[in-house]
């Protein structure tokens, strides 16, 4: 089975989604699930993960009712305020439901590039593991230091590091990102999410080669037993069709063995979130 663990549904409403800037004109409409159907069915994607790209628990809410209602929709990554005192009684309700798999917060956008080691914030993430929830891990490269020492705080909980910790692509500069990466990857309990790329490079003056560059420390750094392929879509379409993401992906690992492409494009998503 191969899965997109890593897409995004919304229903566009210029508030909640305020970080859509006057560049991204693209994404102000909806998407939803027959928007994706349509382009997974093109390119033989079986089955997706949701996440988060509001921090409110109405999105999480939608985002469970999408996957109740269609198939192919096999797990949600959603939000809770992990920093309030009270969250693990307000997760506890939605964590009965099956397809809730995964938290995440949008940790890139806080101005304080160690907010992820904050003590309320941690306390939240901890309450994960009674749940047996994953945390997905929403970062810049200047916040990967601290987001490994928050990683060492957590050594029984399951983590997943989205768009490969957003390294500057657009700046063609590796460190020390690249160095950081394979600390990251020194924990056993995190994987990589191979997505969110594109983006990170110059909107439509990317390069493949750039793109493999990248791929290939995170491919060293973490293995193919701990990467898995992701779309970003639609937030990706600001830089490349959900088509030519998955095409070039598919190029960067077919010199692996059939197994080790199988585990990027399936196998380790659904192992990682129980799918």
């Known amino acids: 089975m191969k899965i997109d663990s ?11 989604y305020s970080w859509m800037n006057e560049n991204m004109g693209v994404l102000k409409r909806d998407f939803g699930p027959l928007d994706l159907k349509k382009e997974i069915d093109v390119v033989g994607i079986d089955g997706v993960v949701s996440v988060q790209a509001s921090q409110t628990i109405a999105e999480t809410e939608t985002l469970l009712r999408h996957a109740a209602e269609e198939a192919f929709i096999k797990g949600v990554v959603g939000w809770f305020p992990l ?8 997760m506890a309700p939605y964590a009965d439901n099956p397809l809730l798999k995964g938290v995440r917060h949008v940790v890139q956008d806080e101005p304080d590039d160690r907010f992820i080691l904050g003590e ?3 306390r939240g993430v901890a309450s994960l593991k009674e749940f047996d929830l994953v945390y997905d891990i929403l970062i810049y490269e200047r916040q990967l230091a601290a987001s490994i020492e928050f990683v060492d705080m957590h050594p029984d909980l399951v983590f997943v590091l989205d768009h490969v910790a957003k390294p500057r692509i657009r700046d063609n500069l590796m460190e020390p990102w690249a160095t950081l990466m394979k600390q990251m990857a020194e924990r056993p309990n995190v994987t990589c999410k191979l997505s ?3 983006t990170e490079g110059e909107w439509g003056n990317w390069t493949e080669s750039q793109m493999v560059s990248y791929m290939g420390v995170a491919l060293e750094a973490f293995g193919p037993d701990r990467l898995m392929f992701g779309s970003d879509w639609p937030v990706a379409l600001l830089a490349v069709d959900y088509s030519s993401w998955v095409g070039l992906v598919r190029r960067f690992i077919s010199t692996l063995s059939i197994d080790e492409q199988a585990a990027i494009e399936g196998g380790v998503a659904r192992r990682v979130y129980g799918l």
Do not use: C, K, R
């Open 83 to 90: 920093a309030d005192e009270n969250v693990a009684e307000i």
């Open 196 to 198: 969110g790329m594109a």
């Open 6 to 16: 890593h897409h995004h549904f919304w229903n566009y409403d210029p508030i909640e």
């Open 120 to 122: 309320s914030f941690n």
